[in-house]
């Protein structure tokens, strides 16, 4: 049997780092949070003033960082941040789909309550440093519109994985972390 693997997609302030957290505390998934990865790296690397610019960083220098860190987690894992492109969807699944039950998670949230949720986190002070500048918002959401969601409709017709469309809207976590086990059962 194979190990699962769990991508979790969605826009900014959709809720994937908490139900990533409520998933691994239930089932004890590895996890691979790839925006903490590269945020982690010094900010006077090329890779940090990409992010800093609020771009995506280049599929070339993500696909080491991404292999390196799935071998590092054996077992069932879950992938936050990653895929976001077309291209690193196909790689994903051309070099995985043989060696995990790949099942995609699209955390469907309206932009104006990811406006709102990352406005939130900001007011409570767990926002990251991107969060509080925003054009560099405005440009993060901008890239998961046109880059990002290619990428999940691509996934949506993929062959050999499961891909699962969840309503996470409701203001009450709970029923969103229900409606993403469902889609996992």
């Not at 769990?6 to 809720?15: A, E, F, R, T």
């Not at 800093?52 to 069932?76: H, M, T, W, Y």
């Not at 990811?114 to 560099?136: N, P, S, T, V």
């Not at 290619?150 to 994985?161: F, H, K, S, V």
């Amino acid at each position: 049997m194979k190990s699962k693997m769990i991508l979790l997609m969605g826009g900014q302030g959709v809720g994937k780092g908490t139900h990533a957290r409520r998933l691994i505390a239930r089932d004890g998934y590895g996890y691979v949070e790839t925006g903490a990865i590269l945020r982690a790296l010094p900010p006077e690397s090329p890779v940090a003033q990409i992010m800093a610019r609020g771009e995506l960083v280049p599929d070339s220098d993500l696909f080491g960082v991404i292999a390196d860190a799935i071998k590092n987690n054996p077992g069932d894992i879950i992938l936050d941040g990653f895929p976001r492109t077309v291209g690193q969807a196909q790689w994903l699944v051309k070099n995985y789909a043989d060696k995990f039950d790949i099942r995609v998670v699209y955390m469907n949230v309206p932009e104006d309550i990811m406006l709102a949720r990352i406005e939130k986190r900001i007011r409570e002070g767990g926002g990251r440093a991107d969060d509080a500048d925003a054009a560099i918002v405005r440009r993060r959401l901008d890239s998961f519109w046109r880059i990002t969601m290619p990428a999940i409709e691509w996934l949506r017709t993929a062959q050999g994985i499961r891909f699962a469309d969840v309503d996470v809207s409701a203001e009450d976590v709970d029923v969103n972390f229900t409606r993403i086990s469902n889609a996992l059962d």
